[in-house]
């Protein structure tokens, strides 16, 4: 059983995409298919699919450029299980000067930090990925 499913979910992507591997294929669960789908929107991964019926799968095709770098630089988990954090829209701090994103669970779903700012919605921050 695993402590913080999010934060192997990020390190799953993060060593796929140090290893040169074409895909990452973790446990499925909503949150994950969320994050992935918001990863999938601002360009860092190139697909998602959800496969098996129980237990489900989810395996995450990742982006590289033509020097097969990976699109995902850095991805660090901010709020943890032992230590959560919050902030309001005010507060939501900018990724290396908006070069990055943060997702953001908010009572509204999970959205990147742009578009909790826009909306004005704080809550959770999940991580950050440049």
Known sequence: MLTDPIADML???RNAGLARL???TLPHSKIKEHIAEILKQEGYI????VEGTFPKLLTVTLRYDQARKSAVVGIRRKSRP?????V???DIPRVLNGMGISIVSTSRGLMT???ARDQRMGGEIL???W
């Open 22 to 24: 074409e895909s990452a």
């Open 113 to 115: 930090d742009t578009t």
């Open 127 to 129: 991580c950050e990925v």
């Open 82 to 86: 032992g230590r959560r954090e919050y």
């Open 11 to 13: 390190t799953r992507i």
């Open 46 to 49: 190139h697909d998602f699919k």
């Open 88 to 90: 309001g829209y005010r």
